[in-house]
């Protein structure tokens, strides 16, 4: 019965997706909360998606000519914002923990003389970030890396890393075959 249950969820999650014009790529999954979603751009998420929710919705804002994108097999915790003003990649089978921040704008300029820091953000595949991290506009975190709980991302994370710290720096090298994928 309960099988039966989350397949009836799952298919009007589905059609949550559709009126929010998400563009489905497969089946998503969700395990408790379903995500809030408020798309204005290019929303595409990829087949097998989880969304895990029990404590704290996901939100996910993508704004006017934004693109959105996340890869099949990701797994996105509890509480997880995502907001999406120029272009956010996220690689399939990244796992992303509790209450972690993705932001590729800063949403005010610092001083006058700046304007307002619109980067897009790419996080590669098979990626783990750990709970309340920061992933701040313009950075990059390569393949199979893993960023430690509480850091914050500016800048660029080569692949098969572990970064950790404010800002986020690599303390370790990972060696792993490209077609390895965490479970």
């Known amino acids: 019965m309960k099988r039966y249950l989350n397949k009836i969820r799952n298919l009007f ?3 949550y997706c559709q009126a929010n014009k998400v563009s489905l790529l497969g089946r998503g999954y969700v395990d408790g909360r379903w995500p809030v979603i408020c798309n204005k751009g290019a929303f595409h998420l990829g087949s097998g998606v989880c969304f895990r929710s029990f404590r704290t919705r996901t939100r996910i804002d993508v704004f006017k000519d934004a693109r959105l994108s996340i890869g099949d097999g990701c797994f996105i915790n509890d509480g997880v914002n995502i907001c999406c003003s120029t272009g956010i990649t996220i690689g399939p089978n990244t796992k992303i923990a509790d209450w972690v921040v993705l932001y590729d704008t800063d949403f005010h300029a610092v001083e006058p003389s700046e304007p307002v820091s619109s980067e897009s953000i790419t996080i590669g595949k098979n990626v783990w970030i750990g709970a309340r991290v920061m992933v701040l506009p313009g950075s990059t975190i390569g393949d199979h ?39």
Do not use: M, Q
């Not at 509480?150 to 710290?165: D, E, F, L, Y």
């Open 13 to 15: 999650f589905a059609r």
């Open 145 to 183: 890396s893993v960023i430690a709980a509480g850091a914050i991302v500016r800048g660029h994370i080569p692949a098969r890393s572990i970064a950790a710290g404010i800002p986020a720096k690599v303390i370790k090298s990972i060696t792993c075959e490209d077609d390895w994928v965490r479970s």
